[in-house]
């Protein structure tokens, strides 16, 4: 039959996302700023774009970093696609993920399928969730819409058949992007056809990954037509990148069987550039998943999180615990994610993606390299007689014609267009529909100030609403509060963020020094106590300042995160204890606070007091990927419990007997 595409309820059990944190991203996110080391082994033509089109700040977005571990059905609204062999789901409340992909001739699920929706603190961010495939535009670190709802609408194509297009406005780089999907009478492959689209009269840099989980079993072997690869490591602090030649070995082991790696590690294949593109994973009896696609998509990628405790802890905490956990095998436009690509302006980017079933024998799945690299190869000659790269590229070019509206995503690429039809420039999209029915109240005040030349002012116990920081809305800004009545302590906060994220600090000082002058507000105080801090290296003038926000606010989490770190890099930990103390039961339970007043029980040298709040209790649900707070802070504190309990200096007995006595166990999310 032809591929029909419908909406179903989709019971999934789900731990709450919480509300956005309000606060704007003042350098406040390590995992943007990471340096990236290259070994000898990386050629100079190689290094090129290592580390190029880094982002500063995450604004105009804000992080997802309320969420929670209880889990409580929730039903989505799933867009279905499939035909005769193929039933994919995907997931337009959750970034667009395509949730699953069942092979209905053999009942089988070709993708890790996640049993629960559990957010981690793995993305630009902070909140990402394993499982399915999630397609990573603009920027690296994840797609910035991954936890967040996209737009999707109903495509048919000249043969009748349906089709889904799943999209929405990426903020940061300024483009609307999109995902076709369909599947071809009588396929059994899925079609996805992303296109990003810049309309601006601007280059900008470019980034895109789709990232596929699959599980994880001692029998999963990763094939991929390359011999050479990059090997990513992450240090404490930094990226360090490899090459070698030797593929399938690294570290003396057969790494294209996920589960002998032995740490969390990106391996990055070198597929020679006039090869077909693909990459596939399969079972113990030859049975997996293809992901193949036209020759834009260079890079081929595995990601695992290895054998080790903390690996193992990782695959644990992002699931409910009743699997063996998932690996990553990932296909992006670039070598590497260390990267990212130069799009002209006015230039739009097409490719074609294709995902189904693959099927050899099991002696030569799992025989020498050549031998299964070759045994996939044929496969593909049975998928596509007329050649692979062929038939891609027909299916790259075929026409479809726009359905119904599905599901709304968010109301920022209507508010785009507003301006932009103001300003007499090009819409977002010419293949991207974003109706004024999506405004929300995130937009309401920005089209007062568009449409009125007013900026309403909020109530300074409020939480600001959403932020803006195009060089296009500060002049909107700037000209409606020549106005008196705009002159206010919220107008001034708003353009301080916006002088911040266009690069502006001192701007952004003196708006936000403005802000409190009009209004006593925790908004502006937090603010510049992170420019002081992060900005300017000034740790007192940062004290300061989040001391009046606290003072002002002491229900909003993110400012009491943002004042543990500040207080205890000054060595006030009293004053951290004192506020902790006064805090609401519910925040006195949330982990990551409770893990900041050990650190103050331990500034102190109150070791019996700080291990009252780090236990292996503690639960906290953003535990960051990559860091070692934990199990480096769990060392120093027991260490010097076990050295008072033994009346010991020994090293070596105290370090033993902390590992016997006292281990890790679940809170161990070391991966390196």
Known sequence: MMSKVYIENYPIPSASMGSENPLPDIKNNTYIHAQIETTSAITEEEKQRIGTGMISTLLPYTIQDRYDRHYKEKIYQAVILENDYLKAVFLPELGGRLWSLIDKEKNKELLYRNPVFQPGNLALRNAWFSGGVEFNVSIKGHNPLTCSPIFARKIMMEDGSEGVR????????????SLDAWIPKDSHMLYIRPRIENRKDKNIWMYWWSNIAVPQTEETRVIVPANEMFIN???NDHYILDSVDSVPYAFGSDISYPTRVHRSLDFFYK??????????????????????STKEMLGRKLFVWGAGAGGKNWNQYL????????????????????????????DTWSWLEAYGSVEVSSEKAHGEWKEAQDAVETELDKKFPHGMDEMLNRELNRKTYEGELLMFGSGWGALENLIRSEEGELSLSDNCIFPEESLTDM???????????????????????????????????????????????YSYMHLGVMEYALGNVEAARTYMERSLECKENAWA???????????????????????????????????????????????????????YNCLSEDLRSDGR??????????????????????????????????DTAISDVWQELYSHIVAEELQTTDSMLIQRTVEEKYPLGRLDFRTH
């Not at 929405?168 to 483009?175: L, S």
């Not at 699931?319 to 002209?344: F, K, R, W």
């Not at 331990?602 to 960051?624: F, H």
């Open 166 to 177: 799943l999209y929405e406005y990426e903020r940061i780089r300024g483009v609307a992007y």
């Open 525 to 579: 105080a937090r603010n510049l106590s992170m420019l002081w801090k992060n900005e300017y290296q000034d740790i007192e003038k940062a004290v300061y300042y989040i001391q009046r926000a606290v003072s002002s606010n002491r229900i909003c989490r993110g400012i009491l995160l943002d004042a543990a770190t500040v207080l205890l890099t000054a060595n006030k930990s009293d004053e951290w204890l004192s506020l």
């Open 319 to 346: 699931s409910d615990g009743s699997n063996e956990g998932y690996i990553e095998i990932q296909a992006g436009l670039a070598y590497t994610q260390l990267e990212h690509i130069p799009m002209d302006a006015n």
């Open 233 to 235: 490591y992450f240090g």
């Open 593 to 626: 606070l409770k893990f900041n007043t050990a650190l103050a029980h331990m500034q102190k040298k109150q070791y019996k007091e700080a291990s009252k709040y780090l236990n292996d209790n503690l639960v906290m649900p953003d535990i960051k990927e990559g």
């Open 443 to 489: 937009q309401e005040e920005w089209v007062v100030l568009l449409k009125e030349n007013r900026f309403p002012e909020r109530p300074v116990h409020e939480e600001p609403k959403g932020y803006l920081v195009d060089e296009k809305w500060k002049l909107y800004l700037q000209e409606a509060m020549e106005i008196e009545e705009n002159k206010h302590w």
């Open 271 to 292: 597929i020679p550039k006039e090869h077909r593109k693909w990459i596939a994973a399969v079972d113990g009896n030859g049975y997996g998943l293809i992901q193949c």
